[in-house]
């Protein structure tokens, strides 16, 4: 095991409470159990990105969860008559933006894109997807990508009304200089290979990918909408943008009409300051969103008025 997790491991198995980084680092400093090269003023800060790392890696898997934001505990734990049952209530961990599934990343030709631009300037995804196949410039990437294609992402929108839901960004999320600590409102999820079924040929399974995401980031399932059928999100636009490391990236943006009983908390989702904003006006801090946001809402805000 990761010297880090180990330290964590004997510590938590020996207090019998979520700890939080640093207290686990200090407790283990009592019991003289820190190796000499492990020693140093943030290696709390190291420990809990460790402990982060795992819990996203393995999930249901991993040796420890959190039981609210900072404070980690044993998953052996769990079935322990003599822990308290607050102590085994696992707080979410939401994906990392810029964790990529282990599938092949649907790419577009990035000169497609740029002739598709200037001689029609449709942003219909279906008719863009179908046009890139019928020209072969639509292809899986291989790990490593292709910097002549732009990979396929899907930003999805949750909408209630006139408003549409926001957060800020964690630093552990993302953490580009342009997105961390940023407001956005989207879920961003990147299309692969096994987004495709008999019944998604059309956008790629870009659809499928999106509802997966927003049930995965807004802690959802099937039996969360009782008798309900869910509607899945519906896509609004497209463009083109930045991505990690300034690779292109494809930017489908879809609107996912929330039911009536949706409220995010943070207690459950483990978002960062939620709130609702009205969707037919550009915020006055609009530099206070992550780049995708900011043009996503400034189309936005310019179709509704174009509507009216």
């Known amino acids: 095991m990761d010297s880090y997790l180990d330290i964590a491991h004997k ?4 207090s019998r409470r979520p700890m939080s980084a640093k207290g686990i680092l200090n407790a283990a400093y009592r019991a003289q159990i820190v190796p000499e090269h492990l020693r140093g003023k943030t290696q709390h800060k190291t420990l809990q990105a460790r402990l982060s790392e795992d819990i996203l890696h393995h999930r249901s ?17 769990m079935s322990d008559p003599d822990i308290p049952d607050k102590f085994k ?23 497609f894109l740029k002739n598709w ?15 890139a196949e019928r020209q072969e410039a ?9 910097s002549e294609y732009a990979t396929v992402w899907t930003f999805s929108l949750v909408r209630r009304n006139d408003e549409v839901l926001s957060y800020r960004i964690g630093r552990y999320r993302d953490d580009r200089e342009a997105f961390a600590n940023k407001r956005t409102i989207g879920f961003p999820g990147a299309v692969t290979i096994s987004d495709r079924s008999l019944f998604s040929q059309e956008d790629y399974g870009a ?3 999106a509802f997966r995401v927003l049930l995965l980031d807004l802690d959802l399932s099937s039996q969360s909408f009782l008798e309900e059928n869910p509607k899945k999100p519906s896509p609004l636009f497209v463009f083109e943008t930045e991505g ?29 300051d939620p709130c609702w904003l009205n969707f037919s006006v550009q915020p006055n801090n609009i530099d206070d969103f992550e780049p995708w946001s900011k043009t996503t809402l400034r189309r936005i805000v310019s179709r509704e008025f174009a509507e009216e």
């Open 11 to 14: 510590v938590l198995r020996a």
């Open 61 to 77: 898997t991993s040796l420890f969860y959190r039981t609210e934001p900072g404070k980690f505990f044993l998953s052996e734990l």
């Open 89 to 111: 209530e696992i707080f979410p961990a939401r994906r990392r933006t810029r964790d990529l599934q282990n599938d092949n990343a649907l790419g577009i030709s990035r000169k």
């Open 117 to 131: 631009r200037n001689t029609t300037g449709n942003s219909d995804i279906v008719e863009m997807l179908a046009e």
């Open 138 to 146: 639509i292809r899986y990437l291989p790990q490593s990508g292709n």
């Open 207 to 209: 659809t499928e990918n």
């Open 244 to 272: 990690d490391d300034g690779v292109s990236v494809l930017l489908i943006v879809l609107e996912w009409i929330c039911p009536d009983w949706f409220e995010p908390t943070t207690r459950k989702l483990s978002l960062n």
